[in-house]
């Protein structure tokens, strides 16, 4: 363990205030495969694929002798120099390659042909021509990131730029230098740039810098002390980032002269917060790029040169061979004919942690550790103690997690991890933050990440930082596009990538991967469904529509066959005209709307007849039809009813919507035709109810005529009609009401009565009573007479009441001496002692019925 | 919602303790509030469906809306006119024919400015917009004025601390004689929104068509959600679903417990009652008719006598009474200051109580009055004797007497219902004469009444003599000799009848069995006596294994598609207050249904 500290410090170099190191990723396997000075070697940025083609203008003589030198392969490599596939190439000349964010392949020819190829070296889409008429050949090419993705931009031979921001929907643009001579056809360098939202190239000429769009074309003063107008021959730009502004770096070799400074957009104007440095060469470098935003690299055929932004410093490296460089967010790739290397600058954590005698608290709890694991006890609680003094246990730990997610050692990794763990145990007091605990999970997660992807099999080398920006679910994306599902969805699943991003979308891409196979239907939907099982809220129907578009709707309907998702599966299986198995999938979704969706869509693309089939014998869709023409389409309804025999549903619709009319006659016709659906229907009373009202509102009209025109009897009922006879005293229609419509002796004797005490006809109602025995007895008669406030009346009813229930007569009375009389004579107890808790505050006869009652009890 | 209305202010106490409903409450506003507030960032207008009043009273306050820049509210009515000084307007409205013909017709009125963009328009639907409703606004022609339509899925409103309904007004009928699938999609529906925001249910248990039909419904939803869904903790332990055709017996007889008669004789609508107001001197001279009284476990002495035997109720509140006074006289005794502070300490509490028994001595006098007249006993007592088979196979003559008087037609109906369920049927010339005069009485639409509720069973021809009944009354013990004032069982609740459903869920869980909680534990016979196929399942995924071993009570949800009665909510309590219960249990239902409303339900009326 002691080692690990000066393994890690030991290969780094000072550069003014920062450290820089190197190390290597991969020991090449391309090696002897191809020149690396005799190739264009284009990599992409993220640890992506290397193409390489051989480069007719770096030939020499003696080379062009030895053959024909054909640009007809490019070969593409891994991060470890294994070739991985050919891409055949019929273009031509190639003025220049690029990658693009999904990782394709583009490549131009000097004819203006553009051509897109994927990781397997296939062409994705038919060539484009990006050169307009009349503008000779291609000089070079360069490809950009900007906010509408990939741009291309050219430089023709008649010095006019072209160039477009989206590859994908190429309409290209073209700008040009109006203030350069005829004369010089030749720029000293040039970039394609994006100033706040505007994308423009940057070109040098003849030591001064013009911005150029489509119609404008500026002068960028470069604000320099050089003594002689410096010719700038090479440019570069720091990759954007949200933390830092992008930087721009000039050279001029003849002077020496390197300029770095802010791309100030507001002003157009080159801020000179600059740092200068004599580095007089003979030749430009072969490439200059930024190393992040911190220091400026530039490589000539023996020399690699770092030059900090800050100060004076530089550090040297010598090469031996020429090498590719590729800025990344975080340090510079650097591609050896025998070495995959990385160079970047040593972070501030890392520097605190590893700096010997540092006093930041991680360096001290790494320290600490190192004591304590060295048998130094004692030493190590000391280092302990200052940092808890200062309560910066939380911070120790935190810079100990990040220093060790920005090692690439595993070893060191381990180690760091260790302190950190090794300080969570001396938090004591200080409680541990979830986000801590999630840090350190987190940070030992993605790092086993990582170490795995560097791994020659995958070989997708990246950092912690390349990592983060890249983010995990376009991770997944990159495994996916290499064919490594299983890797792709062991990750997802243990980083925890929403599974949308995740573990579906690597599901998804296998299984769209394995509808193009060729075997039976059956065979793929089994392999496919056996892999989604385990996966609920997975979208069939993505991977059925997949299935779909490859001319295979068999497999199509297996797979959506499974979509747990009505509202995804339906308009699947509509659009592929199963209409009925769309319609009992909606009806076994439980979902009452898709129901519905799907009703209206069959009703606008089915003859009447086919949709009337596909409903009918469907009840859930056809009770939530019927519901609808009930509310909106009565129309409909009746048809409905009419054409699937349902008379009894039809003959309770009308019914039901004779209350709508307050117009007799209409509530007749109704009831007419309702009574004839009864009798289609075969229901015998509800025809004989139905004929009843029929007749009812006929003798009613009569009613209303004779009684002058004054009475509305419109939804009045027989027993009311009835009642109207006796107010109106008109017996002889109520006589005929009676036997018209069998009317109940129940029915007629109540109401003749409710009607005689309404009356106070108190003389009719004792006629009544006592013309023979009512059927209805006579509590009836209490009762009506009561309710028309004649208790008089009332008790005298309540004698002619059987024995066996007066008392209770007497009681609604509130006679509860006569009542506790008859119960008495009963032996009803429990209505005595009823009658007991009524007597309130009546003393004498609460002793009477008190004295009752045990009368009783005695006898019992 | 309405500024004018008086609000129940005080939070809702959640006692329950296991479990906090209140969640779903807060889930339901937060959503709520970031609609509305997404609608526009200005000042806006809501405009109300009027039937949402209610229920979204119980979910938002009018000050949270205030801060979402609410500043103005109206009904949505036939007398509502836009002011055009109020540049958004947002309707949150029901799925309704009229209430969509009403929004199009003010919509095509402002045409113009909404068209100039000087005014907006947008639409919120609850529980959620559907295919039908737009097409409507669309073939209205008012599809494009509106910004945005949206859904908003509140579906289980929670009225107390154990109860969750949805107060859908005829969930009974559009279930069971319509046959639609609305009730039982939105009841799926809100079993996941429950399961997102309590966990997945470990075992789901299902007795009856609609409910085994949720059940596959939510199977299908469970594939949907994500895996994560089953890995959160459970806090309720198993549900049990119930349709309402399982017992038709119990939401027709009344129920005698407190709650219960409050709700049968006044109504409770959202936990609201509306009691006469002259018998309340303190609220003489307001000038309102009526004086709402929200009645939930926010009433420490509600929450003691809701479920009480009414006949315990007096008895109950003179003891309290005493208690206060013994309270209030320590005032006297207090000497020290410390022994004065302890006292003043008490006074607020001392207030609430002595308002609370005003309140619910008024109340049960009320309830009183009723219930002491002759013809309350009279009906109480033919409903026992329908409920020990007595006479049940003849006219009756006391529904005769109901229907010579042509007393109210839903107590006549609910009944004939009961002597239809307990005689497995009527036979013929019984039911034809009920049939005959209840339509000379009361109307030839009636004929759809019948037809109603013949189609859901509630009242059948007898096709051959079953004994059913009889032998659900024996298995289940439906009827006892029970000390009402002593309650020993669940019986007490309707004085010697014991809620079927209840005794279902008893046999199904309280039972001390071997095993898991299964059907199994039920008798064979009684599940194939009472209607519906059965099922049950586990949302969890069958390798995280069901935790049957959770010690102590069990939190069990009951869920009735259909309506659920007050007398089975008290009963459902009563299990779980016993000293040996093993189970608590929450209430979900699609609405707070009693016999007459229920019947109202039934009832043939305009059909536009």
Request: aromatic share 8%; charged share 25%; with cysteine.
């Amino acid at each position: 363990m002691s080692g690990v500290q000066s393994r890690v410090t030991e290969n780094w170099h000072q550069l003014g205030n920062l450290y820089l190191r190197k190390f290597d990723f991969y020991e090449m396997a391309w090696m002897d495969m191809f020149d690396m000075d005799k190739s264009m070697v284009v990599p992409a940025p993220f640890g992506g694929y290397i193409a390489v083609v051989v480069d007719p203008n770096r030939l020499s003589e003696s080379d062009r002798e030895l053959g024909t030198v054909t640009q007809d392969k490019i070969h593409l490599y891994r991060p470890t120099g294994t070739p991985t596939a050919l891409v055949k190439w019929d273009g031509g000349t190639v003025a220049g390659m690029g990658w693009t964010q999904n990782e394709e392949l583009m490549v131009v020819s000097e004819t203006g042909m553009m051509k897109k190829f994927d990781l397997f070296g296939r062409s994705k889409i038919q060539p484009q021509n990006i050169l307009p008429q009349g503008q000779g050949r291609i000089q070079e090419v360069q490809f950009f990131q900007n906010r509408y993705g990939t741009g291309v931009a050219c430089l023709t031979t008649t010095i006019l730029f072209c160039y477009c921001t989206n590859i994908n929907e190429p309409r290209m643009k073209s700008a040009s230098l109006a203030a350069l001579p005829e004369t010089t056809r030749r720029l000293d360098c040039w970039l394609p740039v994006e100033i706040l939202d505007t994308v423009a190239i940057l070109a040098s000429f003849n030591g001064r810098l013009y911005s150029l769009t489509v119609d404008t074309s500026e002068e960028i003063i470069v604000k320099t002390s050089c003594p002689n107008e410096p010719r700038w021959e090479r440019m570069a730009l720091s990759i954007k980032t949200e933390s830092t502004s992008q930087k721009l770096a000039l050279f001029n070799s003849q002077q020496g002269w390197l300029w770095m400074g802010d791309i100030s957009a507001p002003h157009r104007q080159v801020d000179l917060e600059v740092s200068l440095s004599k580095t007089k060469r003979d030749s430009p470098p072969s490439q200059i790029c930024w190393l992040a935003a911190d220091a400026v690299a530039m490589s000539w055929e023996h020399t690699l040169l770092v030059h900090s932004r800050r100060g004076e410093d530089w550090v040297k490296y010598t090469l031996y061979g020429a090498v590719v460089l590729l800025p990344e967010v975080d340090g510079i790739r650097i591609l050896h004919p025998d070495r995959h290397e990385f160079l970047q600058r040593v972070s501030t954590v890392s520097v605190q942690v590893f700096q010997t005698g540092s006093i930041a608290p991680g360096g001290i709890l790494n320290d600490a550790l190192k004591l304590y694991s060295e048998k130094e006890g004692h030493k190590a609680d000391e280092y302990i103690r200052l940092i808890k003094e200062k309560s910066e246990t939380e911070d120790a730990i935190k810079q100990c997690i990040s220093a060790g997610t920005l090692e690439i050692d595993p070893e060191v990794q381990k180690s760091l991890f260790l302190s950190a763990a090794f300080g969570k145990s001396f938090l004591g007091g200080e409680t541990i933050s979830d986000d801590l605990i999630k840090q350190f999970m987190s940070s030992c997660k993605q790092l086993r990440v990582l170490n795995n992807l560097k791994t020659a099999e995958v070989s997708l080398p990246l950092t912690y930082v390349q990592l983060n920006t890249l983010g995990l679910p376009e991770l997944i994306l990159r495994l996916i596009r290499r064919k490594m599902f299983f890797l792709a969805h062991h990750i997802a699943s243990y980083l925890e990538i929403p599974a949308g991003l995740g573990t579906h979308q690597v599901l998804l891409e296998w299984a769209s991967l394995k509808l193009q196979q060729q075997e039976p239907d059956e065979v793929i939907a089994q392999q496919i469904l056996s892999k989604f099982r385990d996966t609920p809220g997975i979208s069939y129907s993505y991977i059925a529509e997949k299935a779909r578009s490859v001319g295979r709707p068999d497999l199509a309907t297996l797979l959506l066959e499974e979509e747990a998702s009505a509202s995804e599966q339906i308009p699947l299986l509509l659009d592929m005209g199963r209409d009925e198995i769309g319609l009992d999938k909606a009806i076994s979704s439980g979902d009452p709307d898709l129901v519905y969706s799907v009703i209206f869509r069959l009703q606008k693309k089915m003859t009447r007849g086919d949709f009337l089939l596909a409903i009918r014998n469907r009840p859930v869709a056809r009770n939530l039809y019927l519901d609808f023409c009930k509310k909106q389409e009565r129309t409909t309804l009746y048809n409905l009813f009419q054409q699937d025999d349902m008379f009894l549903e039809s003959g309770m619709m009308r019914v039901e919507e004779t209350l709508d009319h307050e117009i007799q006659e209409e509530r007749k016709k109704l009831l007419v035709k309702a009574r004839s659906d009864f009798q289609s229907g075969g229901c015998a009373l509800s025809i004989s109810l139905s004929e009843d009202y029929i007749r009812l509102y006929e003798k009613q009209r009569e009613l209303e005529e004779s009684l002058g025109n004054r009475f509305n009897m419109t939804g009045l009922s027989v027993t009311d009609t009835l009642e109207k006879c006796f107010i109106h005293h008109r017996a002889k229609e109520a006589e005929y009401i009676r036997k018209e419509f069998r009317i109940s002796d129940n029915q007629f004797y109540w109401t003749k009565i409710k009607t005689l005490a309404a009356l106070h006809d108190w003389a009719e109602l004792d006629k009544l009573a006592r013309s023979k025995k009512p059927v209805i007895g006579y509590e009836p008669f209490v009762e009506v007479c009561l309710k028309n406030g004649s208790l008089g009346e009332a008790m005298k009813y309540c004698q002619k009441i059987p024995l066996d229930s007066r008392a209770h007569a007497y009681i609604k009375c509130g006679a509860y001496r006569e009542a506790a009389d008859v119960a008495f004579q009963c032996k009803e107890i429990g209505i005595l002692e009823t009658i007991l808790q009524k007597c309130g505050n009546d003393r004498a006869l609460t002793e009477i019925v008190r004295q009752q009652c045990e009368a009783l009890a005695q006898k019992v | 919602m309405s500024t004018a209305q008086e609000r129940p202010n005080q939070p809702l106490q959640y006692l329950n303790g296991r479990i906090n409903l209140l969640q779903l409450k807060e889930h339901f506003k937060g959503t709520f509030l970031d609609l509305v507030s997404s609608q526009s960032t200005g000042s806006k207008a809501l405009v109300w469906d009027k039937q949402l009043l209610s229920p979204l009273n119980l979910i938002v306050e009018y000050s949270s809306l205030r801060e979402r820049s609410v500043d103005h509210m109206f009904h949505l009515d036939t007398e509502f006119v836009v002011n055009s000084d109020i540049p958004c307007y947002v309707f949150v409205v029901r799925d309704d024919y009229s209430v969509i013909e009403m929004l199009a017709r003010i919509a095509l009125k402002c045409k113009s400015s909404l068209a100039a963009g000087s005014m907006t328009f947008s639409l919120i639907f609850i529980p959620r917009k559907s295919t039908v409703g737009l097409r409507l606004l669309q073939d209205l022609g008012a599809v494009h004025l509106f910004k945005k339509i949206e859904s908003l899925h509140i579906d289980l409103i929670p009225l107390d601390s154990d109860i969750l309904s949805m107060e859908r007004p005829i969930d009974f009928r559009e279930c069971f004689v319509e046959e639609l699938t609305d009730l039982s999609y939105e009841v799926s529906k809100s079993l996941m929104t429950l399961q997102a925001l309590y966990g997945p249910f470990p075992r789901v248990f299902a007795k009856g068509r609609w409910s085994c039909h949720v059940c596959d419904t939510v199977k299908r939803m469970i594939r949907l959600v994500d895996k994560s869904f089953t890995s959160q903790p459970s806090q309720i332990d198993a549900v049990v679903l119930l349709d309402r055709t399982v017992d038709l017996i119990t939401p027709l007889v009344t129920p005698l417990t407190y709650e219960g008669l409050v709700d049968e004789l006044f109504g409770i609508n959202y936990t609201v009652t509306q009691l006469p107001a002259d018998r309340f001197p303190e609220d003489e001279g307001k000038g309102n008719k009526q004086k709402k009284v929200t009645l939930n476990s926010s009433d420490e002495l509600f929450t003691d006598l809701r479920d009480l035997h009414f006949a315990s109720v007096g008895g109950y509140l003179s003891r309290r009474a005493k208690n206060l006074n013994v309270v209030m006289d320590e005032r006297h005794i207090a000497q020290s200051v410390s022994q004065l502070r302890v006292f003043v300490a008490k006074i607020p509490h001392i207030q609430v109580t002595k308002r609370s028994l005003g309140l619910h001595t008024t109340l049960a006098e009320l309830v009183k009055e009723v219930i002491d007249d002759v013809a309350f006993s009279e009906l109480k007592s033919q409903e026992q004797k329908f409920l020990e088979e007595v006479d049940h196979d003849r006219i009756n003559d006391y529904i005769e007497k109901l229907i010579g008087r042509q007393g109210d037609i839903k107590s006549i109906l609910r009944l004939i219902c009961l002597q239809s369920q307990v005689g497995n049927g009527l036979k013929i010339k019984v039911f034809e004469h009920y049939k005959r005069e209840i339509i000379h009485a009361y109307g030839v639409q009636h004929i759809v009444t019948f037809h109603r509720l013949e189609s859901a069973g509630m009242l059948r021809i007898q096709q051959q003599a079953s004994k059913t009944y009889s032998s659900l009354r024996r298995s289940l013990k439906l009827t006892r000799q029970v000390d009402v004032r002593n309650a020993e069982d669940i019986a007490y609740t309707h004085s010697g009848y014991a809620p079927l459903s209840v005794r279902l869920i008893e046999q199904l869980i309280v039972k001390p069995g071997v095993g898991p909680i299964s059907w199994k534990r039920v008798d064979d016979s009684v599940m194939r006596l009472i209607p519906g196929p059965h099922t049950e399942f586990s949302p969890r995924s069958e390798q995280e294994g069901v935790d049957t071993t959770n010690e102590g009570q069990k939190l069990i949800l009951v869920y009735f598609i259909g309506g659920v009665s007050f007398g089975e909510i008290s009963a459902l309590r009563f299990l779980s207050q016993t000293e040996d219960s093993i189970a608590n249990f929450i209430i979900a239902t699609s609405r707070l249904n009693n016999g007459n409303k229920l019947m109202e339900s039934m009832l043939s009326t305009r059909t536009s």
